[in-house]
């Protein structure tokens, strides 16, 4: 038996196995239903009345509105052709401006961008509530370009050609209505397009499972179906790779069926003919040249022996694709050696790892067919990231240097250069946007209940106190590593600069010791995760770096569950709750939105085996009456059509009927991301602060 929804206070019990339960919350769900409106209103006004009335919050609004709309903010740029592209957002242009400007210019003080299209123009003109999403544009001219708007900063989105030359959309071109469409260039006249194409052709979790070959001049109804998935998988794309061996280009057309989060199936296009690529389900690949690259996800058993998890492997693609499974090692894994990154390059391949969270970085380049290796000498005190500059021309690369406490540096290293990263020319750099002559970064090993070390992170001063506000953050999920630290100015200007401690923890589940890290927290592991974040919380007590009284957490998506399950375990370990576009009825999760495409890392709630180790942490099934809870604030978009609103809806009506002290704030806009712009963003994250400085300071 299924929810059904009806109005409000009239709900039906759901049924599944053995397990029968009631939600009274149900009728929630309807994202746009007038009664549910209505409660999002009077609650989102009452949180905003409350907490806007502390003299901190104009302060703090203020403060990250300058923060979000600085002109010295870095313009990250993506260089196509001769020219470097932006998209970049300010007071003046609230819904953005997409740009362009030399390198000569770029790397001045008052670079000359030419604006392409405006945001703000185009949505009162059009009178559409258009949120930027990105670009896709033709090789090799960079005339064209396939741009995609959102109403409302969803996933959803229109797709429409735009003439860079004329800046104007091109009459009769391609476009797509609004919805979740995955779209690549073939060639001026042809493009791969998965989206909605009508009945059953989405998957279960509202993403194309269709991708078919457009011609220019027909109706997308015409359009080759070049490949069909299942209704169970997450989606499929299909898109054309680039690579150079040599002077020679080579240009493969591939189509990914993405399976589950953690699964996928590659298909290669071998003479008009998809042919799938014999490779475990988990792997990652990319090419480069005439290679395959393979990401191993689990060990992989071969003839010549097996390949442990993690590793990076290579192989001439063609031998492959005839049986050869003589592979090279680029990199091997080890117990806490995970790969962090890969950059391409015309010539060069980039692989970044971290060893126990310290970063490392070798070159790679084959020369006769045998793989050069030349190992970096890195900036230990920062994070570093590398970027292709321009993969079709040569083998410059973008270098991100960033700290904690360190401001962002965008570099360029040109080529040839040497082994020393210091050596890459800083062309930007963003300034101080926070105090933190007096901070310091400590880092520590927790002990989960199972024995396993947890790495955390704590930025602070060194003469706090166990009376020190302080914020635990977390997330734990899908493999995304938080650690190491990067510069973050919001965290820094209104968390570390008042004084409080900020804590990020890598927690099983994420990727920081890599992927055997990710699957030891997913399905009737996840457990793991919580119990990890509550060690970290409870080590920091142990230390004297705060207390309970003051401590707080925070977490967003699969974070917000991580922090909707520990405060239902711990209540009293936490004195204050930020929950961010949380996913926390588990029960519901696979039937709402894009949830069906997580089945993989929680399990299937309509499994009988699977829900009895989902509803030991649900956190919506999990709340009771006489427990005190911890102050909690819970926010979410109306927009957010990836993790349903419905689940914090219910969380915080369920609660509230019990008289916690539970506060909530629905934005109208912003998809996933909570908001759609600087106003909305800064707004947000005023009342987060406020709230936990109310609440632990």
Same mark, same amino acid.
């Given at each position: 038996?299924?929810?059904?929804?009806?109005?409000?206070?009239?709900?039906?019990?759901?049924?599944?196995?053995?397990?029968?339960?009631?939600?009274?919350?149900?009728?929630?769900?309807?994202?746009?239903?007038?009664?549910?409106?209505?409660?999002?209103?009077?609650?989102?006004?009452?949180?905003?009345?409350?907490?806007?009335?502390?003299?901190?919050?104009?302060?703090?609004?203020?403060?990250?509105?300058?923060?979000?709309?600085?002109?010295?903010?870095?313009?990250?740029?993506?260089?196509?052709?001769?020219?470097?592209?932006?998209?970049?957002?300010?007071?003046?242009?609230?819904?953005?401006?997409?740009?362009?400007?030399?390198?000569?210019?770029?790397?001045?003080?008052?670079?000359?961008?030419?604006?392409?299209?405006?945001?703000?123009?185009?949505?009162?003109?059009?009178?559409?509530?258009?949120?930027?999403?990105?670009?896709?544009?033709?090789?090799?001219?960079?005339?064209?370009?396939?741009?995609?708007?959102?109403?409302?900063?969803?996933?959803?989105?229109?797709?429409?050609?735009?003439?860079?030359?004329?800046?104007?959309?091109?009459?009769?071109?391609?476009?797509?209505?609004?919805?979740?469409?995955?779209?690549?260039?073939?060639?001026?006249?042809?493009?791969?397009?998965?989206?909605?194409?009508?009945?059953?052709?989405?998957?279960?979790?509202?993403?194309?499972?269709?991708?078919?070959?457009?011609?220019?001049?027909?109706?997308?109804?015409?359009?080759?179906?070049?490949?069909?998935?299942?209704?169970?998988?997450?989606?499929?794309?299909?898109?054309?790779?680039?690579?150079?061996?040599?002077?020679?280009?080579?240009?493969?057309?591939?189509?990914?069926?993405?399976?589950?989060?953690?699964?996928?199936?590659?298909? /290669?296009?071998? +003479?008009?003919?998809? &042919?799938?690529?014999?490779? @475990?389900? !988990? *792997? $990652?690949?990319?090419?480069?040249?005439?290679?395959?690259?393979?990401?191993?996800?689990?060990?992989?058993?071969?003839?010549?022996?097996?390949?442990?998890?993690?590793?990076?492997?290579?192989?001439?693609?063609?031998?492959?694709?005839?049986?050869?499974?003589?592979?090279?090692?680029?990199?091997?894994?080890?117990?806490?050696?995970?790969?962090?990154?890969?950059?391409?390059?015309?010539?060069?391949?980039?692989?970044?790892?971290?060893?126990?969270?310290?970063?490392?970085?070798?070159?790679?380049?084959?020369?006769?067919?045998?793989?050069?290796?030349?190992? /970096?000498?890195? +900036?230990?005190?920062? &994070?570093?990231?590398?970027? @292709?500059? !321009? *993969? $079709?021309?040569?083998?410059?690369?973008?270098?991100?240097?960033?700290?904690?406490?360190?401001?962002?540096?965008?570099?360029?290293?040109?080529?040839?250069?040497?082994?020393?990263?210091?050596?890459?020319?800083?062309?930007?750099?963003?300034?101080?946007?926070?105090?933190?002559?007096?901070?310091?970064?400590?880092?520590?090993?927790?002990?989960?209940?199972?024995?396993?070390?947890?790495?955390?992170?704590?930025?602070?001063?060194?003469?706090?106190?166990?009376?020190?506000?302080?914020?635990?953050?977390?997330?734990?999920?899908?493999?995304?590593?938080?650690?190491?630290?990067?510069?973050?100015?919001?965290?820094?200007?209104?968390?570390?600069?008042?004084?409080?401690?900020?804590?990020?923890?890598?927690?099983?589940?994420?990727?920081?010791?890599?992927?055997?890290?990710?699957?030891?927290?997913?399905?009737?592991?996840?457990?793991?995760?919580?119990?990890?974040?509550?060690?970290?919380?409870?080590?920091?007590?142990?230390?004297?770096?705060?207390?309970?009284?003051?401590?707080?957490?925070?977490?967003?998506?699969?974070?917000?569950?991580?922090?909707?399950?520990?405060?239902?375990?711990?209540?009293?370990?936490?004195?204050?709750?930020?929950?961010?576009?949380?996913?926390?009825?588990?029960?519901?999760?696979?039937?709402?939105?894009?949830?069906?495409?997580?089945?993989?890392?929680?399990?299937?709630?309509?499994?009988?085996?699977?829900?009895?180790?989902?509803?030991?942490?649900?956190?919506?099934?999990?709340?009771?009456?006489?427990?005190?809870?911890?102050?909690?604030?819970?926010?979410?978009?109306?927009?957010?059509?990836?993790?349903?609103?419905?689940?914090?809806?219910?969380?915080?009506?369920?609660?509230?009927?019990?008289?916690?002290?539970?506060?909530?704030?629905?934005?109208?806009?912003?998809?996933?991301?909570?908001?759609?712009?600087?106003?909305?963003?800064?707004?947000?994250?005023?009342?987060?602060?406020?709230?936990?400085?109310?609440?632990?300071?």
């Amino acid at each position: 038996m299924k929810h059904v929804l009806t109005d409000e206070g009239k709900t039906e019990p759901v049924q599944s196995g053995d397990f029968v339960l009631h939600d009274e919350n149900l009728w929630l769900e309807d994202i746009e239903g007038e009664a549910a409106l209505d409660w999002v209103a009077r609650i989102s006004s009452e949180t905003l009345d409350a907490l806007s009335l502390d003299a901190r919050f104009a302060a703090f609004n203020q403060r990250l509105l300058s923060i979000y709309q600085s002109q010295e903010r870095i313009a990250v740029a993506t260089v196509r052709g001769a020219w470097l592209y932006n998209f970049w957002q300010d007071k003046s242009h609230p819904r953005g401006i997409w740009r362009k400007t030399t390198l000569e210019s770029y790397a001045s003080d008052a670079p000359d961008w030419q604006i392409l299209l405006d945001v703000d123009r185009l949505a009162q003109h059009e009178n559409e509530n258009w949120v930027w999403a990105g670009a896709s544009m033709l090789y090799p001219e960079y005339r064209y370009a396939l741009l995609s708007f959102s109403r409302g900063g969803g996933d959803a989105a229109v797709v429409r050609e735009f003439d860079c030359a004329t800046g104007t959309f091109v009459a009769e071109g391609f476009v797509l209505a609004e919805a979740k469409s995955q779209t690549a260039w073939i060639d001026r006249d042809q493009i791969f397009v998965a989206t909605d194409f009508g009945e059953k052709s989405l998957t279960d979790s509202g993403y194309p499972r269709i991708v078919k070959c457009w011609q220019r001049g027909t109706p997308l109804a015409a359009a080759t179906t070049l490949f069909e998935g299942e209704p169970g998988d997450v989606l499929v794309t299909a898109h054309v790779s680039r690579d150079w061996s040599g002077q020679q280009l080579r240009l493969r057309r591939w189509v990914t069926r993405r399976i589950t989060f953690q699964k996928s199936q590659y298909l /290669l296009d071998v +003479d008009g003919t998809l &042919s799938p690529l014999d490779l @475990p389900e !988990d *792997a $990652d690949i990319e090419t480069f040249g005439d290679q395959l690259l393979v990401i191993v996800k689990s060990a992989w058993q071969l003839a010549s022996g097996v390949w442990p998890q993690g590793s990076v492997l290579a192989i001439d693609l063609d031998s492959f694709l005839q049986g050869d499974r003589r592979f090279s090692a680029l990199f091997t894994p080890g117990p806490r050696r995970a790969l962090k990154g890969l950059c391409k390059t015309r010539s060069q391949l980039w692989l970044s790892f971290a060893d126990n969270l310290a970063e490392q970085c070798e070159r790679f380049s084959l020369d006769g067919g045998t793989w050069q290796r030349v190992a /970096l000498k890195l +900036d230990s005190s920062v &994070s570093i990231d590398f970027y @292709p500059f !321009d *993969a $079709d021309q040569n083998d410059d690369v973008w270098v991100f240097f960033s700290g904690a406490a360190t401001p962002t540096r965008v570099a360029l290293w040109q080529w040839p250069c040497g082994a020393v990263v210091s050596d890459a020319r800083v062309v930007k750099r963003l300034p101080a946007l926070f105090r933190a002559d007096d901070l310091c970064q400590r880092r520590f090993d927790a002990v989960s209940a199972d024995g396993t070390l947890i790495p955390y992170v704590v930025v602070g001063r060194e003469r706090a106190s166990a009376k020190t506000p302080t914020l635990l953050y977390g997330y734990g999920g899908f493999e995304i590593s938080l650690l190491p630290l990067t510069y973050n100015p919001s965290v820094g200007a209104l968390w570390l600069e008042e004084g409080g401690n900020y804590v990020v923890a890598g927690l099983r589940g994420g990727g920081e010791f890599g992927p055997g890290w990710h699957l030891a927290a997913t399905r009737e592991n996840k457990q793991r995760c919580f119990d990890d974040f509550i060690a970290v919380a409870k080590d920091l007590i142990a230390r004297g770096i705060c207390s309970a009284q003051h401590l707080g957490i925070q977490g967003g998506s699969n974070g917000g569950l991580l922090v909707g399950a520990v405060m239902m375990q711990e209540p009293e370990l936490f004195a204050a709750v930020v929950c961010q576009v949380p996913l926390l009825d588990m029960r519901r999760y696979h039937l709402l939105l894009a949830g069906a495409s997580w089945v993989a890392e929680y399990g299937d709630p309509d499994d009988a085996r699977d829900w009895a180790f989902i509803s030991a942490y649900s956190p919506y099934q999990h709340v009771q009456s006489g427990v005190r809870y911890p102050r909690m604030l819970v926010t979410t978009s109306t927009r957010d059509d990836r993790v349903h609103p419905g689940h914090a809806r219910k969380m915080v009506a369920r609660l509230r009927r019990l008289g916690c002290d539970v506060l909530y704030y629905e934005n109208t806009e912003g998809g996933h991301a909570g908001a759609a712009n600087a106003i909305q963003q800064a707004r947000i994250g005023a009342l987060a602060y406020t709230f936990l400085w109310q609440t632990l300071g």
